[in-house]
């Protein structure tokens, strides 16, 4: 089972009843996004032809993309490099030696449905296989998230486990995207990991801020002010026309709100491998308040082997960016190897 069988569409569990105007938007924003390559083709000036490509090759991770961020990319243009990160190709099909479906060694980390422990003192859990995009190059792509809890109610384990391991001090959510859950869910998991003892801090990974940039509503900033916990932000662009329009108050409101802001990109072949444009996301970064965390080398996931990045490439990559910005505006270029104790930092 994929990503695909967890969207908002399936899943009853993230299509609640509608309660604010504001909240109602974002949630309309997810179902109105575009999912049928002949309208992305369309809205864009594309040749149909892609469309036909498109549709033929995603199989089981189709196209998803919300209004929003297809604003964001060039009509006309097929290498755009926030069209290319949604964009099945026929590339996605090639059979490439060293690409796997579980790159990094997330089943061997399962300690629970939905909770993975790799590393000393955080441990992760898969909150929803519901994303507000569809990464091509997803590592999770092909991630088991049908066998993973849906509700809080299903959570039990998964919290019994983090309250006897006294070593866990912050819990991050993922997915899929944890912002695909609403606030009542996400405040009830909160409220849950805060009665533990040990848990200091809560790290949420998301795109959500850049591709559904309403999703950064009051109840959102709510609870994550009202926790006893010290939130944490990662976000995820790769380009910095992803943070543009809406995207920037987004990323304001939550600055704003004393979130600390964390931004990892992957280096992605044709989308951001040219010095240009990685230092100009990393200081578009630094100018919105997110400090660049992480770029990693593309996880070697089946169907993502065109993005690749040669790690001689990108390590030189990074050595130009160290010269040209701030030390604390260059990412630490790390690659995920399944069983190690830390990210891999490669340069
Ligand atoms: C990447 C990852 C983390 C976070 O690692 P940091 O270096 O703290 O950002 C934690 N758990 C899992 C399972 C991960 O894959
Ligand atoms: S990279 Fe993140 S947002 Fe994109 S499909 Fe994968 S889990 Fe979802």
């Not at 026929?90 to 690409?99: K, L, S, T």
Request: with cysteine; proline share 7%.
């Amino acid at each position: 089972m994929s990503i695909v069988e967890n969207t908002v569409n399936s899943s009853p569990a993230i299509v609640p009843p509608a309660r604010d105007p504001r909240q109602a938007s974002w949630q309309d924003s997810v179902k109105d996004a575009v999912r049928d390559p002949v309208e992305l083709c369309r809205l864009l000036s594309l040749p149909n032809s892609l469309a036909l490509a498109a549709a033929r090759v995603a199989g089981n991770f189709p196209l998803f993309a919300p209004r929003e961020y297809i604003a964001r990319m060039r009509p006309g243009d097929v290498g755009d490099p926030l069209l290319r990160q949604v964009l099945p190709l026929e590339d996605e099909q090639a059979d490439v030696p060293g690409f796997a479906s579980d790159p990094v060694g997330d089943g061997a980390a399962t300690r629970t449905a939905g909770l993975l422990h790799k590393y000393h003192s955080r441990a992760l859990m898969v909150t929803t296989g519901a994303c507000a995009v569809h990464c091509r190059y997803c590592f999770r792509r092909h991630f088991p998230y049908a066998a993973g809890p849906k509700s809080p109610a299903q959570w039990a384990e998964a919290l019994k486990e983090i309250s006897a391991d006294g070593t866990l001090s912050e819990i991050i959510l993922s997915g899929g995207d944890p912002l695909m859950l609403v606030d009542a869910h996400l405040q009830e998991l909160a409220r849950r990991l805060a009665a533990i003892p040990h848990v200091r801090r809560l790290r949420i990974h998301t795109r959500l801020p850049l591709m559904i940039p309403s999703r950064v509503d009051d109840a959102l900033i709510a609870w994550l002010r009202g926790t006893r916990l010290t939130p944490v932000v990662v976000i995820h662009a790769n380009h910095a026309r992803e943070l543009e329009g809406p995207a920037v108050d987004a990323l304001a409101r939550l600055a704003d709100a004393g979130v600390p802001l964390l931004n990892q990109s992957v280096l992605l072949r044709g989308v951001n491998d040219d010095l240009d444009t990685l230092a100009e996301l990393c200081e578009r970064l630094v100018d919105l308040r997110v400090i660049p965390y992480y770029l990693h080398q593309l996880d070697r996931v089946t169907g993502a082997a065109h993005f690749e990045v040669d790690e001689k490439r990108g390590h030189e990559l990074v050595e130009r960016l160290r010269s040209r910005l701030p030390g604390y505006a260059v990412p630490r270029y790390v690659r995920e190897t399944a069983g190690a104790a830390s990210k891999t930092l490669l340069a």
